[in-house]
């Protein structure tokens, strides 16, 4: 299972979070960004993204955005492994799906906690990664809500290949309940003072 960090509600300002994180052994960054149109909030701005540049490890980017396409370039710029755009926020799935494609990124979709795995099916040839929402977007620190793991079960039993990540409310505890092969963490890691000794809390 592979980890990667949330840095939304980190304790430190981004430049040293990402320091930290580089330093440590976990797998990708993940970058939450939020333009008030999906939910009603706003991320750091691209500008402030910028310090990504400076990072080491890949980037797994979850775009909780009503217009995907209109950040693509910027994203592209960076170490961006995979993104990733919400089933709910848009209506040309197969135009993004393409585009992303063709900047030579992976592309994932979100599903919020309320929505079925069964509306992917015409997208999961089409992709690399499904990220299953464990609390709803927008936010840090919530809590894992406890029907995600058999909705889990079920996009492994419609698909026995795609990458399955699972973002919101992960510890210790609740990683336990997950079998997916990425998890997005994001306070229990970044709300430490020892962030690879709550990675490792995790891996164990
Ligand atoms: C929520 C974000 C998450 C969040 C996870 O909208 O997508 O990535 O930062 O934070 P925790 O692990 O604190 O739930
Ligand atoms: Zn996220």
Not at 41 to 51: F, G, I, R, T
Not at 52 to 71: E, F, G, I, R, W
Not at 112 to 138: F, K, Q, R, W
Request: one cysteine or more; proline letters at 3%; aromatic letters at 8%.
């Amino acid at each position: 299972m592979k980890i990667s960090a949330s840095f939304l509600s980190s304790n430190y300002n981004l430049e040293d979070t990402i320091k930290y994180l580089d330093n440590s052994s976990i797998d990708f960054i993940h970058v939450d960004f939020m333009d008030n149109t999906f939910v009603p909030y706003e991320s750091l701005s691209l500008k402030d993204l910028e310090v990504l540049k400076k990072s080491k490890k890949d980037l797994d980017v979850h775009l909780m955005v009503n217009n995907p396409l209109k950040y693509l370039s910027f994203f592209s710029k960076l170490n961006t492994k995979y993104l990733t755009f919400h089933y709910e926020a848009v209506n040309n799935h197969l135009e993004i799906i393409d585009k992303i494609k063709k900047a030579n990124i992976k592309v994932g979709i979100a599903i919020n906690p309320e929505t079925a795995v069964n509306v992917l099916n015409p997208y999961l040839d089409l992709i690399d990664l499904v990220l299953i929402m464990s609390v709803e977007p927008g936010r840090g620190g919530q809590q894992f809500i406890s029907n995600i793991p058999t909705k889990i079960d079920e996009l492994r039993k419609l698909d026995k290949k795609i990458l399955i990540s699972v973002d919101g409310g992960i510890n210790k505890d609740t990683i336990k309940l997950v079998n997916t092969d990425i998890v997005v963490v994001g306070s229990y890691i970044c709300k430490s003072n020892n962030f690879e000794e709550r990675i490792n809390s995790l891996r164990s």
